[in-house]
């Protein structure tokens, strides 16, 4: 099952989700939101497709460190200037699935131990 991975190097969670996923078997293709950043399509499809109080971590220090009027912005154009806003990781399968988070339901949905 191809899939890729968005999340940040420095992030726990997307590293221990990243070792049960080699450990799974699973093909990955691993990207780092800062580095590589997010394409547009793909952060409209998951605000689409999830919500985007699902997408944006507005418990991190990156959205404290924001004003009222980029918060209240086009929430499209914030994720792409600031990519750490999003929550981690996201996993995008070839089926056109997307999950986000690293929670039991995913796992499960991988195939892997919750």
């Not at 985007?52 to 499209?76: C, M």
């Given at each position: 099952?191809?899939?890729?991975?968005?999340?940040?190097?420095?992030?726990?969670?997307?590293?221990v989700a990243l070792k049960a996923i080699a450990a799974?078997?699973?093909?990955?293709?691993?990207?780092?939101?800062?580095?590589?950043?997010?394409?547009?399509?793909?952060?409209?499809?998951?605000?689409?497709?999830?919500?985007?109080?699902?997408?944006?971590?507005?418990?991190?220090?990156?959205?404290?460190?924001?004003?009222?009027?980029?918060?209240?912005?086009?929430?499209?154009?914030?994720?792409?200037?600031?990519?750490?806003?999003?929550?981690?990781?996201?996993?995008?399968?070839?089926?056109?699935?997307?999950?986000?988070?690293?929670?039991?339901?995913?796992?499960a949905a991988l195939g892997l131990d919750p």
């Amino acid at each position: 099952m191809p899939a890729t991975f968005y999340g940040l190097t420095s992030c726990d969670t997307c590293r221990v989700a990243l070792k049960a996923i080699a450990a799974g078997g699973i093909n990955i293709d691993r990207k780092d939101v800062r580095a590589d950043g997010v394409p547009a399509d793909i952060l409209s499809q998951l605000i689409d497709a999830h919500g985007i109080d699902a997408v944006i971590n507005k418990r991190s220090t990156t959205w404290r460190g924001l004003d009222e009027e980029a918060r209240a912005g086009d929430p499209l154009a914030l994720l792409q200037a600031h990519p750490a806003l999003m929550k981690r990781p996201v996993i995008l399968l070839a089926n056109g699935t997307s999950h986000i988070g690293w929670t039991s339901q995913v796992k499960a949905a991988l195939g892997l131990d919750p």
